[in-house]
Nanobody
Framework: QVQLVESGGGLVQVGGSLRLSCAAS????????RAWFRQAPDKERAFVAR????????YYNDSVKGRFTIPRDNVKNTMYLQMNSLNPEDTAVYYC????????????WGPGTQVTVSS
């Protein structure tokens, strides 16, 4: 089993920055992909960004491209999401997720951390 815990959420003003963390514990050696999702009020959970552990390749949703970054170092245990130029549309609960090698679905999820951007 794998346990994921997010931290770093909070209240920030428009244009500000936050850095989210996702700490992984347990059997992390089989994790192939780590990702961030978010769920805004009254909306479905949406993909934000992901990183491939083996080669560090990253992929971002168009809505955050150029503003959000997953640093490629230290992905083994703790994954980060650097969020810059935040706007009210970024307000959501942010979840980290992970999936094992050869798996299509994200089987592991954290409890989430709230990010609120005030205007």
């Amino acid at each position: 089993q794998v346990q994921l815990v997010e931290s770093g959420g909070g209240l920030v003003q428009v244009g500000g920055s936050l850095r989210l963390s996702c700490a992984a514990s347990g059997r992390t050696n089989r994790l192939a992909t780590r990702a961030w999702f978010r769920q805004a009020p009254d909306k479905e959970r949406a993909f934000v960004a992901r990183i491939i552990r083996s080669d560090g390749n990253t992929y971002y949703n168009d809505s955050v491209k150029g503003r959000f970054t997953i640093p490629r170092d230290n992905v083994k245990n703790t994954m980060y999401l650097q969020m810059n130029s935040l706007n009210p549309e970024d307000t959501a609960v942010y979840y980290c997720a992970a999936r094992e090698i050869f798996k299509d679905n994200y089987d592991y999820w954290g409890p989430g951390t709230q990010v609120t951007v005030s205007s």
